[in-house]
Nanobody, 125 residues
Framework: QVHLVESGGGLVQAGGSLRLSCVDS????????MGWFRQAPAPGKERDLVATISWGSDTIYYADSVKGRFTISRDNAKNTAFLQMNSLKPEDTAVYYC????????????????WGQGTQVTVSS
């Protein structure tokens, strides 16, 4: 069973940085691909994929909107995934979710079976 808890969100000015963490208190963390998704506060806005990382950290995907600014990583020994967010923009404001998929790597949100509760990131202009 996988139980994910995110932390590290908050309010930051544009151009600032935040580091999100996602701890899995379950088992077999290293057997799951990990992903970060976000959902902006606009009505009808869908949840978007931000970044994903394979269980061995050898395959990584970034959405075009965050390439060069965000870095996804994981520490399997600590059952933790990270999202380092630099050069933040107001349009990055959203609830950020981490998720786990029982595959080596996945960019499809339908393959992510376990989700955290989300952490709010707000970027002021």
């Amino acid at each position: 069973q996988v139980h994910l808890v995110e932390s590290g969100g908050g309010l930051v000015q544009a151009g600032g940085s935040l580091r999100l963490s996602c701890v899995d208190s379950g088992h077999d963390f290293s057997s799951y691909a990990m992903g970060w998704f976000r959902q902006a506060p606009a009505p009808g806005k869908e949840r978007d994929l931000v970044a994903t990382i394979s269980w061995g950290s050898d395959t990584i995907y970034y959405a075009d909107s965050v390439k060069g600014r965000f870095t996804i990583s994981r520490d399997n020994a600590k059952n933790t995934a990270f999202l380092q967010m630099n050069s933040l923009k107001p349009e990055d404001t959203a609830v950020y979710y981490c998720a786990a998929a029982p595959w080596e790597f996945s960019t499809s949100d339908r393959e992510y079976e376990y989700w955290g509760q989300g952490t709010q990131v707000t970027v002021s202009s």
